[in-house]
């Protein structure tokens, strides 16, 4: 070793590539930490474009089916004019109609606004509210509700005509309103509900503006109303996930698929088909055409109405309401529902 070169220390190396780092690392945080100073103020007010997550998957984009949602907004202008042209041709009936595909937002209206006589489709906005109550604890499955005079109706159903005071729990109450449209079954609910005018306010915080509980059922002189669009919405806000947890949609589902009349968009469907529409299980045909429904239907003699959520061969899922009002039992009521919907299923299926 000469005695001007400067003595080898490898133990330096590492100690100023540690130091070089740190001052680094000092550097980057005080550069973020100015950032984030900076740029809060602008994301509080949203003025700063955040990356966007990814917009919900389309049926058979590979990244599962989407729930859909209920958006009306690209109309089927030769279905509308078709509903009109029906309705039109019954002189002394007044219709409405609503249709939305909720995996894509086409639809179909006629006077889908109009308040008109609901009979039982009403008991579909009560069975939402009463699942909303369930799910947040408000109400059990099994809580027994006693059978008064008050909440007594006649008509559709069996709760009727056990003695006062028989209680029923809660789930089968919910269950037999739908299964066999009884109406103490579903004057029980409103009850324990809070009343007429406690469920009132819960349908219009839904948006059902048009749906309002006037008397007890059977309310046989229609004072009770609802509109196409707002039967449709109700079974929509359940299917697309906006309202209940999954059990209580499961619930919602399972106890509107035991509806035991079928006569109405059902038959419909299949008229739409070419079937023949005498068949004595129309359901089952319709499975056989790659169709589910889940439906409630209404009949008070003046008033007829039928909503469904219909399960289409292609995988996506639509809801559709009609309600006819006329003399009382017209036959040409229920024709006319089972016309309208026959339309949907040549649009949106076709022949087979």
């Known amino acids: 070793m000469s005695a001007g070169r400067p003595t080898r220390r490898p133990w330096l190396q590492p100690l100023l590539l540690l130091l070089r780092l740190a001052v680094m690392g000092v550097g980057l945080g005080v550069l973020v930490g100015t950032s984030l100073k900076t740029l809060a103020p602008r994301l509080a007010q949203g003025s700063v474009a955040l990356p966007q997550q990814d917009a919900p998957p389309r049926l058979g984009g590979g990244k599962g089916m989407a729930?859909?949602?209920?958006?009306?907004?690209?109309?089927?202008?030769?279905?509308?004019?078709?509903?009109?042209?029906?309705?039109?041709?019954?002189?002394?009936?007044?219709?409405?109609?609503?249709?939305?595909v909720l995996d894509d937002g086409r639809y179909a209206q006629l006077q889908p606004d109009l308040p008109l006589p609901a009979a039982s489709s009403i008991k579909s906005p009560i069975l939402l509210v009463g699942l909303e109550d369930l799910d947040q604890g408000k109400v059990r499955w099994n809580e027994p509700l006693p059978l008064t005079k008050e909440v007594v109706g006649e008509g559709a159903g069996w709760m009727a005509s056990k003695p006062l005071g028989s209680r029923f729990p809660f789930f089968e109450a919910a269950t037999e309103m739908i299964r066999v449209s009884d109406n103490s079954a579903t004057n029980l609910l409103i009850k324990r509900l809070g009343g007429k005018e406690a469920v009132n306010?819960?349908?219009?915080?839904?948006?059902?503006?048009?749906?309002?509980?006037?008397?007890?059922?059977?309310?046989?002189?229609?004072?009770?109303?609802?509109?196409?669009?707002?039967?449709?919405?109700?079974?929509?806000l359940v299917d697309t996930g906006q309202k209940l947890s999954p059990r209580a949609r499961d619930l919602y589902r399972e106890i509107l698929g035991k509806s035991k009349t079928n006569s109405l968009i059902p038959m419909g469907l299949l008229?739409?088909?070419?079937?023949?529409?005498?068949?004595?299980?129309?359901?089952?045909?319709?499975?056989?055409?790659?169709?589910?429904?889940?439906?409630?239907?209404?009949?008070?003699?003046?008033?007829?109405?039928?909503?469904?959520?219909?399960?289409?061969?292609?995988?996506?899922r639509a809801v559709a309401a009609f309600l006819v009002k006329g003399p009382f039992n017209d036959p040409r009521s229920a024709e006319l529902i089972r016309a309208l919907a026959a339309t949907v299923s040549r649009m949106l299926v076709g022949r087979r």
């Open 67 to 100: 729930l859909g949602q209920f958006d009306p907004r690209r109309e089927i202008p030769a279905l509308s004019q078709e509903w009109a042209k029906l309705a039109a041709a019954q002189k002394g009936l007044t219709a409405a109609g609503f249709l939305v």
């Open 201 to 236: 306010a819960r349908f219009q915080a839904l948006g059902l503006g048009a749906t309002v509980i006037n008397n007890w059922l059977p309310d046989l002189n229609g004072t009770n109303t609802t509109s196409a669009r707002d039967l449709a919405r109700t079974i929509a």
């Open 271 to 316: 008229k739409g088909l070419g079937k023949p529409d005498s068949s004595a299980d129309p359901d089952e045909e319709l499975l056989a055409a790659g169709i589910t429904t889940y439906n409630k239907t209404g009949d008070i003699g003046i008033a007829y109405a039928d909503a469904a959520l219909i399960e289409l061969p292609s995988g996506e």
